[in-house]
């Protein structure tokens, strides 16, 4: 065991002594092997920087040489750039010194023509003293004699008014009373010249355009009127449409917000109501209920129902049918509706809707004549009347309430000026505008258009004569023609010549404070008479 214990120690012992042993030798493997690897690049360090030393000098010559070149050059283009600056500096300096030349030559000159005229300005000078001290002389002598004309004159004034019994300021007054009366006589002379010159040329070239207006225009002419009297087949029908204790009446009336009146003419019933649609509404539904013939609350609504909304789908068709004759599209479907109501309405017996469509054919062909916006005049002239589809329901002129329509739903403003103006309320903003005014009269003027009652005709003539008849001077005025013209007769010892002036403001005056269709003419006569007996 001791042998074995000894043994393993003397092994383990000899193998650390080989194991150092190689360690030993690789340590010195590696020194060796380094010391070599770094000797052979120094030497191949060494060789490479001998040879990046060759060609640094290399590059260095290179550069001194191309940098010689470079300079002699540079200094060669500077010589020829100094030669040339100093060539064109003595070409500019001999302009200058020939243009310095002529510049005193000139003020040489100058200098000559001021000293002449100046020698001239003073001999002229010399020259209006002389003349100002004979003028002083002169005036002088003529304030002596002004002052002698004017004691002259006073004497003599002084003698007219002793002679004449007037004052200086009476005779002055009155003889600028007589210059203004001539000068009004002339004056109104000239004008009725002028105005009847102007007037003349005016009214051929309207007739002209309106004549050739109205013959393109091929609306219909006849009158119409709105129905308001439904027909019976026998006066028993009376009491069905009345009811038991009223009662079909009464659901008739509350459906369609109309009145029926039942009296004692046989075999009608009166429709009676401010809106055209409903008295319409009702009208249709009475009738189709008499030839039903069943008349009862229940069967009354459901027929007052039905024809509501075929009137309504009627108004649409009749607002489109109009805007589409007319030409003119992007309306509002609130104001095609507005138009189609138009349809149950009558002023004077005309129908509005077909008035409006007439209205604007008119007024575009006057605007292709004048060159005017033929589709501003076309669609100001379909909505002129636009207000009367509801004048009844909101309060104010037509006119206002045409222009509010328009303004909501965005009409143009011109347009929105054409509805207010076309009865002359405020001042028109364009030629359209007036076109359509103008369009207007024609349409409501012309023969069979409107009608009016006997009691409203007869109090037009009455108004008519009675505002004629208001102004001083007036003996006698005629309504004549249908209320179209009016003859006023004047004393002719208080209205002198005149009488332009005061048919003139008898026209306003009519224009003012009376509503009428087309144009009235006022013809203002003077007469004098000269009456002697001979004895």
Not at 180 to 191: F, R, S, W
Request: proline share 2%.
């Amino acid at each position: 065991m001791q042998n074995l214990l000894n043994g393993s120690l003397f092994l383990a012992v000899e193998t650390g002594a080989l194991v150092a042993i190689a360690l030993g030798v690789a340590v010195l493997s590696a020194l060796v092997f380094g010391f070599l690897g770094w000797f052979l690049k120094k030497k191949s360090f060494e060789k490479k920087q001998g040879e990046i030393k060759q060609l640094t000098d290399k590059l260095l010559d290179a550069a001194k040489d191309e940098s010689e070149k470079i300079k002699k050059e540079a200094i060669l283009e500077a010589k020829e750039q100094e030669l040339k600056l100093r060539n064109a500096f003595e070409k500019e300096s001999r302009e200058k010194r020939a243009e310095f030349a002529r510049t005193e030559n000139r003020l040489n000159q100058k200098e000559e023509s001021l000293d002449k005229k100046e020698e001239n300005l003073q001999k002229r000078n010399e020259e209006t003293t002389r003349q100002q001290n004979l003028l002083r002389d002169k005036q002088a002598e003529m304030d002596k004699k002004l002052a002698e004309i004017a004691e002259q004159h006073e004497k003599m004034i002084a003698e007219f008014e002793k002679v004449s019994q007037m004052s200086k300021e009476e005779a002055k007054q009155q003889l600028i009373d007589a210059i203004i009366d001539e000068a009004k006589k002339d004056a109104a002379g000239t004008v009725k010249n002028i105005e009847a010159e102007a007037k003349e040329e005016a009214d051929k070239k309207a007739r002209e355009i309106v004549s050739l207006a109205i013959q393109r225009c091929s609306t219909e002419q006849a009158t119409e009127l709105t129905v308001s009297v439904v027909p019976l087949p026998s006066d028993d029908m009376k009491a069905r449409i009345i009811g038991r204790e009223g009662r079909n009446i009464r659901t008739l009336e509350n459906a369609t917000g109309i009145e029926l009146i039942i009296d004692d003419t046989p075999e009608v019933v009166i429709v009676s109501g401010f809106d055209p649609v409903r008295r319409e509404t009702a009208r249709i539904a009475l009738e189709r209920l008499i030839q039903d013939g069943r008349i009862h609350p229940a069967r009354i609504e459901e027929t007052v129902e039905k024809v509501k909304k075929e009137l309504d789908q009627q108004i649409k068709e009749a607002g489109e049918s109009a805007m589409f004759e007319c030409g003119i599209f992007g309306l509002h479907p609130e104001i095609v509706k507005l138009l189609g109501r138009l349809k149950f309405r009558t002023s004077y017996g005309q129908n509005v809707l077909k008035h409006s469509i007439e209205v604007s054919h008119l007024a575009g062909v006057m605007a292709t004549e004048l060159g005017a916006d033929v589709a501003l005049a076309k669609r100001a002239g379909l909505l002129h009347d636009i207000g009367k589809a509801v004048d009844f329901e909101v309060e104010g002129t037509h006119m206002q309430i045409g222009a509010d329509i328009a303004k909501k739903y965005r009409e143009n403003n011109l347009v929105v000026n054409a509805i207010l103006a076309h009865h002359g309320d405020v001042e028109p903003k364009s030629v359209e505008a007036v076109l359509v005014a103008a369009a207007d009269s024609v349409s409501g003027a012309r023969p069979g258009a409107r009608r009016e009652t006997t009691t409203n005709y007869i109090k037009r003539l009455q108004q008519l004569e009675q505002i004629s008849s208001g102004f001083k001077g007036v003996e006698k005025c005629y309504a004549i023609q249908a209320g179209r013209e009016v003859r006023v007769i004047v004393k002719p010892e208080q209205v002198d010549a005149q009488t332009l002036f005061l048919a003139k403001e008898i026209a306003k005056k009519i224009e003012k404070e009376m509503e009428y269709p087309g144009q009235i003419k006022v013809n203002v006569i003077r007469e004098w008479r000269a009456t002697e007996y001979a004895k």
